[in-house]
């Protein structure tokens, strides 16, 4: 789809067709989400289609898992009318945090932080990012923002992935995303239909 299109109809996830697939081999993702930011339209559905599960709920804090987590975490508490709170990359934070170790999607062992002078007891907080594949990262999140006495609303990524994690996070918190259920089977294999159009397109 090219990224300034927008359907006449726009179905629930009709954006999900603008994100690429890998073109650089196995040291990357399997596929870029962050080219339907680029579609204005795309951008604002992905953002209400996140929000839907959520309406009625009391969420004082949005916090946004680094890097992707941050254009999709910020776009959600700016629409929401709330606040941003950055959860970091170990390393990267110049004051006190808590830190969390974690294994990412790829299996490598890494660490994230949050700072220790925003997050308190009562505190809601909606936690984003752009994926969740292996669930490790959102797990460490959740438990940095809930060691803190914070409470965790809920979870809202583009995809969650039926693996073992995205179902540890489904059957604890109160969840949202954007995959719609009859193309869930295309993202948990890793391989969407929408990508031969990108083949099409290169093939020219």
């Not at 941003?84 to 490598?108: E, M, N, P």
């Not at 979870?155 to 604890?172: L, Q, Y």
């Amino acid at each position: 789809m090219d990224v300034w299109t927008v359907p006449e109809k726009r179905q629930k996830g009709w954006y999900l067709d603008l994100m690429a697939p890998n073109v650089k081999g196995p040291k990357y993702a399997w596929l870029d989400p962050s080219r339907l930011y680029c579609n204005k339209q795309g951008l604002q559905d992905c953002i209400e289609d996140l929000l839907e599960p959520f309406q009625g709920e009391t969420i004082d804090l949005v916090a946004g898992i680094d890097a992707m987590g941050f254009i999709l975490g910020s776009a959600i508490a700016t629409s929401l009318g709330k606040g941003f709170l950055a959860i970091r990359k170990s390393g990267h934070l110049c004051v006190k945090t808590h830190s969390q170790d974690y294994t990412d999607y790829s299996g490598r062992e890494k660490a994230m932080e949050v700072r220790t002078d925003v997050l308190k007891a009562g505190v809601r907080v909606l936690i984003v990012d752009q994926w969740v594949e292996t669930g490790g990262t959102m797990k460490a999140a959740i438990k940095l923002v809930e060691q803190q006495g914070a409470v965790v609303v809920g979870v809202a990524a583009v995809c969650i992935e039926n693996s073992e994690g995205g179902h540890w996070i489904r059957e604890r918190y109160k969840h949202s995303h954007c995959v719609p259920s009859h193309l869930q089977p295309q993202f948990d294999q890793q391989s969407l239909q929408s990508f031969k159009a990108f083949q099409s397109i290169e093939s020219l």
